[in-house]
């Protein structure tokens, strides 16, 4: 009986031993995977980053577009712009206007009729 606990004691030891090393062989290559794995988390969150950056500054290039726009309807509101490749944009700008007082003289119209 005490031969078969010695056995049993040494086969214990020896697995556990075999245990450790390839727990820490294990440990290890976790620890390896984890750094490979922080750095490709690093990689994506600065391309993300980025991304969002450009996207800003073209959104800060759209408003600008939209605000030259403005400023050269006004300019040439006031007969202080005269560019002739813009003629047909001035163009559609005035039936625009010009359907928009239509409608909102319809939307009077149709007021007018429901207060009777």
Same mark, same amino acid.
């Given at each position: ?5 010695? *056995? &049993? ?5 020896? &697995? ?6 390839? &727990?820490?062989? &294990? ?29 800003? @500054? *073209? ?6 577009? %939209? ?8 300019? *040439?509101?006031? =007969?202080? @712009? =005269?560019? /002739?490749?813009?003629? /047909? %944009?001035?163009?559609?700008?005035? =039936?625009?206007?010009? *359907? ?17």
């Amino acid at each position: 009986m005490a031969a078969k606990k010695a *056995n &049993f004691q040494k086969d214990f030891t020896k &697995f556990m031993d075999y245990a450790k090393d390839k &727990f820490k062989i &294990f440990g290890e290559e976790l620890s390896v995977l984890a750094k490979k794995s922080e750095k490709e988390i690093i990689k994506a969150s600065k391309k993300g980053k980025i991304q969002v950056d450009i996207m800003s @500054l *073209n959104m800060q290039k759209e408003k600008l577009y %939209y605000d030259i726009g403005k400023k050269a309807s006004f300019l *040439n509101m006031k =007969n202080k @712009l =005269n560019i /002739p490749e813009l003629e /047909p %944009y001035w163009k559609k700008m005035r =039936n625009i206007e010009l *359907n928009a007082r239509k409608k909102k003289r319809e939307l009077s119209t149709v007021r007018d009729k429901k207060k009777k």
